[in-house]
């Protein structure tokens, strides 16, 4: 079965500190991979993307993320954490049916 | 200035009611989509259309009913609600491609009461 999974629900960094939030996917080839963010009472922002080619992506806000197919992974850090960083993150994927396939989300809380 | 844009922002009815949400977007998208993000943050799609043509429903109710009079909007109507579809619904459209991202509306946060 397709699925995106996000083993972290809730993770507290401080601000200033490096983040990494995890995802892993299941599907039978490469899927298109995509990061959102999620500010409270808002829509979902996307930071990033990967569909191909070099396997370290950049993002907007100092995001970057990392695929790893070895590990059917697609890993989310930023180097230092900003107090408005706080948010609900979301990885997501799409296996060419047009719509994307939701992981459950991390919570991340920074501490001041 | 809003590209993906969903009426209202709150919905509070009771069960039984029938209530619509709107939504349009202004950046010239072929494809819309309707998600819902349960209580638990869950997001799941519900429906996608691509130019008024519906391309996917998820096993949604037949109580949900999508209606896309053009390519620019997509409204969902909920007949009959009920407590379930408590839920926070997000509009989104893109541009059809399978590697367009997706830009999300606001949402709109029923509660069925």
């Known amino acids: 079965a397709q699925s995106v999974t996000q083993p972290d629900i809730h993770i507290t960094v401080s601000e200033g500190a490096s983040l990494e939030l995890r995802c892993n996917y299941s599907?039978?080839?490469?899927?298109?991979l995509f990061w959102y963010v999620q500010s409270p009472g808002q829509g979902l922002q996307l930071l990033l993307k990967?569909?191909?080619?070099?396997?370290l992506v950049q993002g907007i806000k100092g995001f970057e993320a990392e695929f790893k197919r070895s590990q059917s992974s697609f890993n989310l850090r930023k180097p230092s954490v900003h107090w408005s960083d706080a948010a609900e993150y979301f990885c997501?994927?799409?296996?060419?049916?047009?719509?994307?396939?939701f992981g459950s989300g991390t919570r991340l809380q920074v501490q001041p | 200035d809003t590209a993906v844009s969903q009426t209202p922002k709150y919905l509070v009815t009771q069960m039984g009611n029938d209530k619509s949400i709107k939504c349009e977007q202004n950046?010239?998208?072929?494809?819309m989509y309707w998600y819902k993000q349960d209580s638990k943050k869950f997001l799941k799609i519900m429906f996608s259309?691509?130019?008024?043509?519906?391309?996917i429903n998820e096993t949604v109710p037949n109580r949900f009913s999508p209606k896309s009079p053009d390519k620019a909007h997509l409204n969902l109507h909920i007949n009959s609600l009920e407590l379930g579809d408590s839920a926070v619904y997000f509009c989104?459209?893109?541009?059809?491609?399978?590697?367009?991202?997706?830009?999300f509306g606001n949402g709109t946060r029923l509660t069925v009461t």
């Open positions: 997501a994927m799409d296996t060419g049916r047009r719509a994307l396939t």
């Open positions: 599907y039978g080839a490469t899927p298109y």
């Open positions: 950046l010239g998208h072929d494809t």
């Open positions: 989104a459209s893109s541009q059809g491609q399978d590697n367009s991202p997706l830009h």
């Open positions: 990967y569909f191909s080619g070099d396997t």
């Open positions: 259309y691509n130019n008024k043509e519906l391309i």
